[in-house]
Nanobody, 123 residues
Framework: VQLQASGGGLVQPGGSLRLSCAAS????????IGWFRQAPGKEREGVIC????????YYADSVKGRFTISSDNAKNTVYLQMNSLKMEDTAVYYC?????????????????WGQGTQVTVSS
C-alpha cells in the first residue's frame, strides 16, 4: 500500500479531527498530496492539496479557515487538521498523490490513491 489514510471517526459539530496519510519518502518528495472527500450521492470533491515542489497549498472554498494541511517529513506523513467541523463535512476522505509535485486540484491529476477513511459529523 503506497498511501495509507487513517484518523476518521465520529465527531460532534464544531469539533476537530486530524486525518493522517502515511506515504513513502519517495512519494512525499516527488508527488503533491491531496485530500478528497465523497459524500453519499455526491461527486468526489477536492478539498486540499500540498505541493512537494515548494510547499504551497490549495484549499477549497468550503474548507478555508477550518482545514489545514501539513507534512511531517520525519514521519513520512501528511496531516489534514479539520476544525469547526460541520455536518456537511461528513464523507469518506481519501488521500491521493499527484506525480510532478505541483498543486493539483482535480481527481484526474492524481496517480495514486489511498483507501478512504470515514468522517461523520453528527450530534
Amino acid at each position: 500500500v503506497q498511501l495509507q489514510a487513517s484518523g476518521g471517526g465520529l465527531v460532534q459539530p464544531g469539533g476537530s479531527l486530524r486525518l493522517s496519510c502515511a506515504a513513502s519518502r519517495f512519494i512525499l518528495n516527488g508527488y503533491a498530496i491531496g485530500w478528497f472527500r465523497q459524500a453519499p450521492g455526491k461527486e468526489r470533491e477536492g478539498v486540499i492539496c500540498i505541493a512537494s515542489t515548494d510547499g504551497s497549498t490549495y484549499y477549497a472554498d468550503s474548507v478555508k479557515g477550518r482545514f489545514t494541511i501539513s507534512s511531517d517529513n520525519a514521519k513520512n506523513t501528511v496531516y489534514l487538521q479539520m476544525n469547526s467541523l460541520k455536518m456537511e463535512d461528513t464523507a469518506v476522505y481519501y488521500c491521493a498523490a499527484a506525480r510532478g509535485g505541483n498543486i493539483a486540484r482535480s481527481a484526474d491529476e492524481y496517480d495514486l490513491w489511498g483507501q478512504g477513511t470515514q468522517v461523520t459529523v453528527s450530534s
